[in-house]
């Protein structure tokens, strides 16, 4: 439970300092979304749902109008993510990095689905290209935290 | 099962009443959130006063240089000042004066202004207008001058073009305008050219403006060309004039 508080801690950190100063395309990166999907690729499903919960309510709190909905879409990629692994091997970098950005689509379009449907409805289009958008940037930052990840674990071992 | 928890737990929260969902997410911003929202607004202001910084930079070069301009402007106009003040101080000395009689007739010849020896105004000194030469005084009392208007076919005053610097004697010779006698045949006088005084005939300074040349021809089996001027003043109302106590005389 520490880890996955400390984890989303480091989100919350992410989210308001770094994400904003490193904005792609017009997006920012989803640090939760990330670490949500490495979590499930990890650990399974239920350590993806609950980090996805932990961090999705702690980020929710940012945007307190939209509380839940964060906790309960990362929850959610965290359990298809992790259900995936169960099913497919998912362990060389580019497929990790393709399951990221097959999440980060589905999670940024079902976001914005539950929380601005008009936009849908009034420019689908639009809708579409910044969700492509997102998901790639989310990809290209995801390729370096994973790469991070597994040096750490490099590094542990040589330690 | 533990999709079912994520679940409940978080329509719980969807569900949570607008003011109850502000209140917690002000809690936490402020205590859980704090020293994150602090170093936000820290490198926020850092990076607000780095392009500051850069902005202020560049307009401290721009200002920089427009000093420099005008101090250089300034060392201009003082140079410009020394050498106008020069000018003045050397050559020439205005005595201002009033006509104060006309030779009768239907276009006088000659005017008689109230200025003498009394002011410095001696024979054979020219007589202008803001608008140019009007002519040269020919006889002085003590308090007044006969001064010689252009029209007078006595006299004469050596011009140059200003553009085509073509040199002549101008003179009335009959007519409404001054005619320029001696202008060679190669020379480019041509019409709308300003017509100035050369200098060279003892009596008017160099660079007075005479008037504009309105006809220029060459005359046939001759070597000149025959140039009417039109006379910067108009004669016809001459009310204050100058006499120009020229040094070099």
């Known amino acids: 439970m520490i880890k996955y508080i400390l984890g989303a801690l480091f989100v919350a950190f992410y989210q308001i300092i770094i994400a904003p100063r490193t904005s792609l395309m017009g997006t920012q990166s989803d640090m939760a979304l990330i670490l949500t999907v490495w979590t ?36 959610f990629i965290g359990y298809i993510t992790g259900n995936l692994k169960t099913k497919l091997v998912i362990e ?36 579409l290209s910044v969700t492509l958008k997102s998901a790639l940037n989310n990809a290209l930052v995801g390729i370096v935290i994973f790469l991070i990840i597994r040096y750490r674990f490099i590094l542990r071992k040589l330690i | 099962m533990p999709i079912l928890v994520a679940f409940f737990i978080s329509v719980i929260l969807i569900v949570l009443p607008a003011s109850f969902k502000i ?28 392009k500051n910084n850069i902005r202020m930079n560049q307009r401290l070069i721009q200002v920089s240089m427009q000093a420099a301009q005008f101090t250089e402007d300034h060392y201009e106009n003082v140079r410009l000042r020394r050498m106008l003040n020069f000018d003045l101080q050397i050559p020439y000395r205005l005595v201002p004066a009033e006509v104060i009689g006309l030779k009768p007739g239907l276009m006088a010849k000659s005017i008689v202004i109230n200025a003498g020896i009394d002011k410095g105004v001696n024979v054979n000194m ?4 803001a608008d140019g030469i009007i002519g040269k005084t020919i006889a002085v009392t003590n308090n007044a001058a006969i001064v010689q208007l252009l029209i007078d076919h006595n006299c004469k005053v050596s011009v140059i073009d200003q553009n085509s610097r073509a040199m002549g004697i101008i ?8 005619k320029v006698g001696d202008v060679p045949i190669e020379s480019q006088a041509a019409i709308g050219d300003t017509i100035i005084s050369s200098g060279l005939g003892g009596i008017f300074p160099p660079g007075l403006i005479v008037g504009t040349i309105v006809f220029s021809e060459n005359i046939e089996g001759t070597m000149f060309k025959d140039v009417d001027v039109k006379p910067s003043v108009d004669f016809g109302s001459l009310e204050e004039v100058f006499v120009v106590i020229y040094d070099e005389q």
């Open chain 2, 126 to 129: 020219p007589v202008v207008t």
């Open chain 1, 92 to 127: 060389p970098m580019p497929s990790k990095i393709l399951t990221l950005l097959a999440a980060s689509l589905v999670y940024n379009f079902l976001y914005i689905f539950f929380t601005r449907f008009e936009l849908i409805i009034l420019n689908l289009s639009n809708v």
């Open chain 1, 40 to 75: 499930a690729l990890a650990y399974g499903s239920t350590a993806g749902i609950y980090f996805g919960l932990t961090a999705g309510i702690l980020i929710g709190l940012l945007t307190p109008m939209e509380l839940g909905w964060v906790g309960l879409l990362l929850s």
């Open chain 2, 23 to 50: 209140a917690i997410s002000r809690v936490f911003i402020n205590t859980v959130y704090y020293p994150f929202t602090q170093i936000d607004i820290f490198l926020t202001d850092v990076a607000h006063a780095k």
């Open chain 2, 171 to 178: 003179r009335w010779q009959g007519g409404k305008f001054l």
